[in-house]
């Protein structure tokens, strides 16, 4: 393997990692958003089966809202923790002024995050899926879009 090769691999990895860091944020503050703010979960899901938590019942219309503002809520926290991860840890930051920087990382995540959003919102009002299962089709379509615009965008490659 060429050393350019393990270089990207290298970085891959720690991407994925800061991610997944950036991830398990955005499902903790999900989850507390969704049981104690806006009601958006259900007996179902794997957070209130695991932790036993007692919920609210909601049809799957105030659902679908709740979740997308958790998601929202969310987003804004776990979405600082990728930035500050990213610059730390995978990327070199200086490509725009820091400001600009910031601006665009949301700007990017944040079209990622509300078609995943839309999605999520989607699943949950027009096929009642587990709001577990609609957060992580939300969650997919967001890492699908965010490596290559960071990368090639944002940062110095």
Not at 12 to 37: C, D, E, P, R, S
Not at 60 to 75: E, G, H, K, L, P
Not at 82 to 109: D, H, P, Q
Request: glycine share 6%; with cysteine.
């Amino acid at each position: 393997m060429m050393q350019t090769d393990a270089t990207a691999l290298i970085q891959f990895v720690k991407y994925a990692l800061a991610g997944g860091l950036a991830t398990i944020t955005q499902i903790i503050i999900f989850h507390l958003v969704g049981w104690k703010l806006f009601p958006a979960l259900q007996e179902k899901d794997h957070a209130v089966q695991f932790f036993k938590l007692s919920i609210e019942q909601v049809d799957d219309t105030r659902r679908a809202r709740n979740s997308m503002i958790a998601n929202t809520m969310a987003f804004l926290v776990a979405n600082m923790v990728a930035y500050i991860t990213n610059i730390l840890w995978v990327f070199e930051s200086g490509k725009y002024n820091v400001v600009i920087e910031i601006l665009l990382f949301y700007a990017v995540s944040g079209v990622s995050v509300f078609l995943g959003t839309v999605l999520m919102g989607i699943l949950i009002k027009r096929f009642g899926m587990l709001t577990t299962y609609a957060f992580c089709a939300n969650i997919f379509t967001a890492v699908m879009i965010n490596y290559a615009m960071r990368k090639f965008f944002i940062f110095q490659g």
